[in-house]
């Protein structure tokens, strides 16, 4: 079962915020044509609206983070989110901590270590936009405006601080 804790709590869920008393999250207008593989990923602002980080971008056009709409924001209206073709809100965390997924173990990952996005050789743990504890070669650019909250947990997840 996955709803045993046997030894501690996991350290959050991807793309929630961690501290609501202490960010900027604005509501910003997704690209329903490049949809985010997951929360918690890294987005930047084109033609006007927030998507996620394609293949060789820069650590500069990262904006925000795409982070869950509770409980900081409410659901958009589901009207909206119904067929093609139709953008819709989305949150976008310009400042603050938030809980991200590595796609592997965070629980070496020390406090105030190094940040990392990927924006190169993607994998279904490992998008376009996450983030990562290591530099992967040319696969990865450091966020130097942001660091981990390590030690984070055996699934994957940490607490990162974007941003402060």
Do not use: H, W
Request: charged fraction near 15%.
């Amino acid at each position: 079962m996955d709803n045993t804790l046997l030894y501690r709590m996991p350290s959050g869920i991807a793309g929630a915020i961690s501290r609501p008393q202490d960010l900027t999250v604005e509501p910003q207008t997704l690209d329903s044509t490049k949809v985010f593989a997951a929360y918690g990923l890294a987005g930047k602002f084109s033609a006007g609206k927030f998507v996620p980080i394609e293949a060789a971008d820069t650590a500069a056009v990262v904006v925000g983070i795409f982070v869950r709409p509770y409980p900081t924001a409410s659901q958009p209206d589901k009207v909206r989110q119904i067929g093609t073709g139709y953008n819709f809100a989305g949150d976008c965390m310009k400042r603050g901590y938030v809980t991200v997924n590595l796609g592997a173990d965070a629980s070496a990952v020390t406090l105030g270590g190094a940040v990392y996005m990927r924006v190169a050789t993607p994998s279904a743990t490992s998008p376009l936009g996450a983030f990562l504890a290591a530099a992967d070669g040319t696969n990865t650019v450091q966020i130097t405006n942001a660091y981990f909250n390590g030690p984070g947990d055996a699934n994957g997840n940490i607490e990162l601080a974007f941003n402060i």
